[in-house]
Every structure is written in structure tokens, then in C-alpha cells.
């Protein structure tokens, strides 16, 4: 098998697609935080007043909370003063009104990334949200969607035209002092994006938001709040990318997603973050918070995350499963390729009767890349009949990688039934072997194997994305088999 | 409780027992520096993943002087005894050897030290038996037994040694007084040779002692080892052990483990995979009931290539029973061909029972196969139908069912009468033990 | 004498509603076939009789020598002299096989009011057993079915039921997977608990073991109802034409 492994070396090392850097102009608060940069961040976006003092109890908590250090990951101590906390594109005063009014250099930007956001171009069907370093720039479809009753805009415009729904459902989910980074970025949250589907709709597009960092020397700090009242129904995907640059940015984000009875939402991620260099030079600090919330009976949250960027990510979307007969879902693929460090899983706590959940991970490790799947399933005492079932398999590239598995099982319920199984492996020479004496050159035996050990999670993402992560898997695993 | 707090209640007995500890200076200096370690960073708590499903205010809670040494009789421990045939008997008694107790010959090829004795012979040679514990919480408690060193074993098998029968050792706690016994054990097995170690935990009287044992064992090229460990003090005692264990090329260790008594357990086994083609098979079994807790933790490390490890490891909780099971392994780089499964499956038969468990695999390099499950749930109940169906009672079903859960892990214990001994045991702490009893 | 007598069931399993009405009277001393495609409802119905959990009942009756069997827990109807053998008999590892035999058989015999068998008599009565099933001896002392093939666990359950000795004997598919001697074996055990007070229910795809144990009533279980019942004749007719002529029937009835 030397040869092949040999060939499969050679196939290292295509290069980053979406490194560039966008040359416009932006307005940048300097580096640095402190009480005054938080309200100057507010008064930017003229917010009411309970949102000041909102970040202002985020901030005074987050200075007496301390980084966690419990994840397997490493990196040298932040400097917090040294990130801007805000930083957007130049323009009008207002935010653009329709896409006209976007700088055409931003268009540019998102046609590059393949991300469209003339509606005509657009992928068919999906409505985007772009978030160009601290603000949205542009939400596409709003019409189409307002007609459905659906609510789908940027964070600081539901703060000017939703504020009583931001202020009832705004940290119920991920608390004020919830960890160090959803602390911190409570306090200086810049942007996002705002979903509400109202009673009975099924929203009647994918809805999508593009995060792009592209200033340097900035944080990225976005919220994001979807709320799906009772019987409805919402699909919703990120996208994230960043120039190549040989700085450590952070990327400290909040999601909070509320299901009502019978609500149901789905959550994609396609995470390709810059991911720092072969030698692990610069890429993201990607330290997010996601949890769900099944509030009401019979609801379902489910997250799939396909995350192949990252200097670091860190990330655990969650659901707390309190509604009677509520279901989580967890379908993750997550590569760990040259030095990049993937600390990432889920919880599932289950309160309500007959919830259930199922998480099904696949690391994929490579390089000196470190993958650790950490997950918590805890059944409370009042969730009779629960039921979890989790699966959880590691794949192994090269010698220098590492693949982890933490998970932790609580059970105190004794009609509950909670299974795990995991698995790690290399990719195996027999299967490698068959391939290639069919006549399949050795990148695309390993791509099919890789895209086989994944196939579970992509067929949960929607159709239009499936074969993106595909290809993104593809691209980020150039040279990397050895 | 006493309101002092548990670091100043240690420092207070320590203080109150160091003039009578044997060794010298080097070893009250040692002892000195183990005792500002642990002072200096406490006993770990909750807040220590590694630490967290054990109840800690139950070890708080204890009396941390040494109870009044008792004088027992051969009598008195009889009725305790597994009944081993052939079997060399070395007995503990709250951390203390005792001579009078115990088989005066070990076996051909083995030599047992008192500790104790060395301590004043030898405290130099001592020095360098006892493994100095390290900072890592894990070994925390280790450390807190070297602060306290005072008694315990020694055990050497020569190489290529294969004593006949079992070498059963003992270890009574008294009980008939609150108190804190630490005890150390060394056990060395040399090159090739072999050894059967059944290791008995009892309790004779009903008081909240708490025993502390920190125990290691060297295993040389090509040795076999195979230790049964089983745990069965009375109703309020609390036991915390740590074991280090370290296997040289091509050994093979098998460890069964039964904890079946006590208040409180707490095991740590820290095992080292050294040399290549070693080999380790774990299994245990923990049964909670009433307000028992048993918390079993066990880090295996690969670091030999080609080495293999298979640990099955099963839990039942019952009434307020709470039973965890920790287990990490952690394939090195250098451990090419390491082979590794890991299987924690648990029941949870009543409401207000809890298990928690985390088998864990940390892999830093990538030819190896490891793989790990976990389950927690009640009784399958296709076979508790297939059961009911051909008429059995539903509780005798029941009965049936959890018996064959822990059948897997009693069906690998070497000796036949030790087999069945434990199988009984287990049988009578389940609810419906008669029909059991039929059955077999 | 009628033994089973089932009016208009409706079973539900999870969300599914799978019975639909059936209705159904074996006698003493009767052999039925029940036949019908896959998935119709044929291992619910047995299952339902015998007290499978998972299944509720929405409507219907079931009597059992002029008893509520559905009244009845599981193990009561065991007692009684109802026995399902399994479509896929589970394992149990870590119970052993002539344990299981003896707790069963015991406790059916003391449910009669006959004293238990001991030890000794209880192994010879298996042996012969186990000579007839023409089955390895080894088997009883695995764990209950574990790592057993296809057609060992058949035979393992005729073993099982030669030994009860049950009045309402249910088999779901205990033909399937056996090969020509066992279907054989098998066969004869059927025959040989067939009596005067006895009455058997036999599930099965295949002509091949009616023409062993002929039986006297045939029914076509379809869509969760019987859609036709008839004599010996049925089932040769069901193996020339299949269900659909079947199907089309109901749609028209
Ligand atoms: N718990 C359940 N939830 C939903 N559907 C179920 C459940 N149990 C059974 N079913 C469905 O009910 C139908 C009837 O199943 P059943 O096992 O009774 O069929 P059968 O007639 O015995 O089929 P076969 O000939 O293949 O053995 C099937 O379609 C099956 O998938
Ligand atoms: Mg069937």
C-alpha cells in the first residue's frame, strides 16, 4: 500500500477559495473594551434603552468570568483589548434599502463567494441575510416572505421594528452569563439575524445568512434569534467565510432558537471559516453557543453542521428538550485538517415525557488536526420514556491527528434508554484497495470513502447545500490523506 | 460534621500521628511535602470533571484520625473468607499487615515485605519502592496516603515464578470505630512469571470508616496477571483507591471487579500499556442499592505498540443507588496497532436511581481500531416478553434478566469456587434471590 | 368446544393502525393456517393474543375457553395453555436455555396444581424431547437462543412447545428458514400435539408445510382484516394465483 499512501499524500494542499480580502472602506471603532465602546456600539444602531443596559449586565458579568479551559483545545491567552468590536462598511446612514443601494464592492464580494444576492441569481428558493463583518448588508426576498407573515431581517432592524419580541424572547434561551464568550457576546453583539414564523406557517423558502469577517483585527460577534411560534415550520442555513490572514480573529457568536408547540426548525451550518495556514498560522477563533429550545409539546429542533474551518472551533448546539414528545436532532461532520483544533458535539437535555434525541457525528481528522466530539445527554427524572440514541465515528488521515471522543451520559429516569456507540478508525486499505483496482484514481476513492462515512449527516442538510459541503469537504481535504 | 474544615482536620491528625510514623527523617520530610501538597491544593471536588458524579461530602464527612488499632482474631474473620482452596492468605487490617493472620510462606517465588518493617529496616529501600504520587488530581488521594504512609505491603513475584493457588489478600476494615486507615500495596511481578491475586475488601463492624488505598503494581516482560477485586464492605464504609498499574512487553493482565458493598466507592485505576504487544482485559461490575455510590474510573494508557485492551464494564442502580463509570483510554502516538474496545452498558431499575457514565477515547495517532459503547435503560423488553410468554413470573423475569446482565462479567472470573461464590453474592442482592437460586 | 374466539379486533401499534377488525374461532381439536402478504398484520394478531406490549387494543374481543384473554398479563396466558412461538425468537444471553425450560415448564405445572418436576425426571423428559427434535444437546445449556441459526431457534421453540404442552398453540412462520428435515421435524411435533382438546394456529407464506399438518381451516389475514377463509383448497389456490385476486375482492366487497 505504499504507493498509495504516497499518492494520497501528494493530494495534500489545495489552497483556501475564499481568502481575499474585500478593499472598501469601513467604519471602525478602535481597538479595545470598555463601558463606553459597548454604548457607543448601541447608540450606533440607536437601540431602546433596555438593550444598553442589557449589555452592560453582559459586560459587567463577563468581568469577573474567566475563558473555560476544560475543552481539548490550546491556544495562547486572547487579548481583548486588542479586537475592534465594531467594525461595518461604509454607507448611508440608514442600512440599504434594496440591494440598489448596497456598494457594488460588496456585491462583488458575495458573487465571489458564490453567494449571490441579486435576486434573480439567487438560488432558487432561499432567501439570504448577508453579515459583512459587524452588520447585515442586505436580506433578500423580504417581500416574498413578509407576505407569509414571516419575519426574516437582520438583528439590529427586528431591534428597530420588533423590539417587544426581541425583548421577550432575547437571552430566555442562552442566558446573560450563560459561559465566558456568549457573555461577552452579549455585551458587544454587533449584527444577525432576527427570524420569526408566526402561528400555523410553514415558511415558504429556505432562509440563510452569510457571515463574511473581512476587516482585520476585528471580532466577529453576531446573535441570532429564530423563533417558531406554535405549528410552524422553518429551515434555516449559515454560511461563514473569512479572508486569509495571519492574525487569530475571534468569532464569538449566540444562537437562540425557541420552538413553540408543535413548531419545528431546522438549523444548517456550512462553517468554512479561514482556517489558518498548513502550518497553522492565523485562521478563526470560532467560539459559538447554539442552543434550541423545545418549549412546547411535540416540537423539534434540529441542527446539522458541516464544519470544515476554523483555526479553533469550539461548539456545542444544544437542545433543551422541556415540551412533552419534543425531539432533538445532531448531525455533525466536522474536519480538523494541517493544525486546526475542533472541540465540538452537543447536549441534549431531556425534561419533557417521551422526548428524544439523535446525534450522529462524524470527525474527521487529518494533518496534526485535533477533532474531540464532546456531548452530553442528561435525562432528568421527569423525562419518562425517554429515548436517546447516539452515534459517533472518527476518522483518521494521518499519523500526527487526533480524534477524542468525551461523551457524558446521565441518566435518572429509569423508563429512559440512552445507547452510544463510537468508533475510530483510519480509512481502510481494503476499501482504499478496491477502489483503485476498479480503476478510481486515489483522490476520488478517498473523497467517496470520506463522502460515504459522511452521507448520514449530508442528506439531513437541505438539497441546495448538500452538494456544497460536499465539494467544501473535497477542497478542505486536499492533501491531507497520508 | 465537624465544622473544621477537611483540610484542617487532615493537617490536625496528621499533625497528631507524625512523631509516631517510622522511617526517619527522609520519610517524615517526604511525608511533610505530601502533606503541604495536598493541603496546598485540596481534595478534588465536583468541579473536577474527572470527579464529578462522586458524592464528596460523604468523604468530608468522616472521622479523619485513625480509629484505635483492635487485635483480631482468626475467628473473627472466618466467617468473611471466600472460600479458596489452596489459597496463601495476606491480611490488612485498617492499612496494617498482619502477621498472625496470614500464611507465613506466600507461595515458591514470592516474597512479601511488611511495610511497616521497612519503614524502620529499610527506609531507604522503601523511598524507592513507593512510587511519589504525582500532582494530577487523579492521584490525589495517593498522595494524601503518602503523607499518612505508615503500613501495608509489599509484594514480589521472581521472574518466571509460578506460584500454585491464589494469593488472597485480605483487607478488613475494623469499623467498630469512626476513622481514616491508609494502606499502601506494592506489588512487583517479574519477568514471565505469573500470578492469581484475589483481593477481598470487608468490613467487620457498621461504623463510618474511610480507607484509603494507594496501590501499584509493575508488570514485567511476558508476565500474566489475573486480579479479582471484590469489594464488599458493610453498609457505612467508605473506600477510595487508586491504582497505578504498569505493563512491560507482551504481559497480560485481566482484571475482574466487583463492587458490590460500602457506602461509598471511589476506584481509580491508572494503567500504562509500556511495552509493545501488552495487554489488558478489564471488567467490572457495580450493584448500588439503598443510598450506596460507587464511582469506577479507569484511564488506560497505550503507549507500547501493538497493544490491545478490552474493558466491558457493567452497572446497576436501584432504589437510591447511584453508580458512575468513568473511563478514558488514551492511544499515543507511538502505539501503532493499538487495539482498544470499551463497553459500559448499566441498568437503572427504579425512579430515584441515577447512573452516569463516560467512556471516553483520546487517539493521537491513526493506525489503530478503538471503539467504545454505552448504554443506559431498563430490562430488554423483547426478552422480558419472550420470558413472561412461557409463563415465568414477572418479577422472576425480571430477576432473571438482571442476573444475566451481570452474568458477562462473573462468567470470566478464573476460579470456579470463586465463580460461584461471587455469582451467590451478586444473586442475593437482587430482589426475588430464592427463585435465582433455583434456577442455577 | 371453542377455544379462541376473536370479534372485530382493532390493534394499533405506535401510531399505525394495523388490525382492523378482525374476527376469528378456533375450535378444539382444529388446525388453522393463517396466510397472508407481508406486513398485513399476521405477527400483530399472534402477537396481540399472546400479550405483546407495544400493541393497544382499540377495540374488540378476544376469549379464550370462554376467558378474557385480553384481560389476561402475558405470563397468565401462558399458564393457561396459550403459547406463541416466536417469528424471531430473541436471545438472552446469560439465561440458560434448559433454565428457561424448567422455570416455564414448572411453573405451568404448578399453575395445573401438579407437583414440579425434579431434576432428574425434568432432564429425561428433555432429552427425549430434544432426541425428537433431532437437535444438538449442546443447545441447552447456551444462553436462550444466543448465536443459535435460523432453524435452531424453530426447533428450539417446537422443543419448547412439545414440552408445555399448550392448548393454543400460535406459530408465527415456524416454518421459515428450516430446511427439508427440519420442515420435517418440525412437522411431526405439530402433528403429534395435535388432539381432540387441542388447537393450533399456524402462520405461514408456504403450501410446503400444509402438506404436512393439513389443516382444516385456511385464512387470508390482508390490510389488517381476513379477507377470505376457506378449506385446504385456499391455500393451494393462494399458492397458483397469489393475493392479488385477493386484494381486487376486497376492493370490490
Ligand atoms: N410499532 C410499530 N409501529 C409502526 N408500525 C408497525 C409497528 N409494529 C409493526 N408495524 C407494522 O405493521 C405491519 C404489520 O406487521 P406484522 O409484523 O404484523 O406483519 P406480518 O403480517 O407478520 O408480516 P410478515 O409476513 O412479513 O411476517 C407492518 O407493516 C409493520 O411494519
Ligand atoms: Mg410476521
New interface residues.
Partial sequence: MKSNQQELESLVGRKYRHGFVTDIASDTVPPGLSEDVIRVISTKKGEPAFMLDWRLKAYRRWLKMTAPT?A?VHYPPIDFQGISYYSAPKQRTDGPKSLDEVDPKLLETYDKLGIPLHERARLAGVAVDAVFDSVSVATTFKERLAEAGVVFCSFSEAVQNHPALIERYLGTVVPVSDNFYATLNSAVFTDGSFVYVPKGVRCPMELSTYFRINASKTGQFERTLIIADEGSHVSYLEGCTAPMRDENQLHAAVVELIAQDDAQIKYSTVQNWYPGDENGVGGIYNFVTKRGDCRGRNSKISWTQVETGSAITWKYPSCILRGDGSVGEFYSVALANHYQQADTGTKMIHMGRNTRSTIVSKGISAGHGQNAYRGLVK?L?GAEGARNYTQCD?L???????????????????????????????ISDDQLFYCLQRGIAAEDAVNMIVNGFCKQVFKELPMEFAVEAQNLLAVSLEGAVG | MNAESVMERIAASHAGQAARMAGGAAWARRRELALARVLGSGLPDRRN?NWKYLDHAKIAEREFDPAPRVTLTADRLAPCLLPLAAARRLVLVDGHFEPQLSDADAGTGVVVHDLATLFSTDPAGAMRLLREPGDDSDDRYALLADAFAAGGLVIRVDANAAPAGTLYLLHVSSASLPGTSHARVVIEVGAGARLRLVEHFVALGDAPAFSNLAAEMQIAAGATVEHVRLHQSGGQSAQLETWVIEQQADSSYSQHLFALGGRLLRSNLNLSLAGSRAQCRLAGLFMVDGERQADLYTQIEHHGAATRTIQNFRGIASERGRGAFNGRIIVH?AA?GADASQSSR?L???????????????????????????????LDPAQLFYLLARGLDPDTARSLLTFAFCEDVITGVPLPELRRGIEELVVGRLPDRDVIRSFR | MMILSVRDLRVRAGERLILDGVTLDVRAGEVCAIMGPNGSGKSTLTGVLAGRPGLEVISGTATYLGRDLLAMPAEERARQGLFLAFQYPVEIPGVNNVYLLKASLNALRKHRGEPELDAFEFLNLVRAKIRQMQMDESLLNRGVNEGFSGGEKKRNEILQMSLLEPTLALLDETDSGLDIDALKVVADGVNALRSPDRAIVMVTHYQRLLDYVVPDQVHVLAGGRIVRSGGRELALELERRGYDWLREGTAAA
Fill in positions: 476544560w481539548h435525562i427524572p472518527s483518521l488521515m494521518s499519523e500526527t491527528c487526533g480524534a477524542h471522543t468525551f461523551p457524558y451520559i446521565e441518566v435518572r429516569n429509569p423508563t429512559a434508554v440512552v445507547e452510544h456507540e463510537a468508533s475510530t478508525s483510519k | 470533571e502516538p501503532r448499566n437503572l431499575l427504579t425512579p430515584l436511581a441515577e447512573i452516569n457514565s463516560r467512556p471516553q477515547l483520546e487517539i493521537h495517532t491513526d493506525d489503530v481500531k478503538c471503539r467504545h459503547g454505552a448504554t443506559i435503560g431498563t
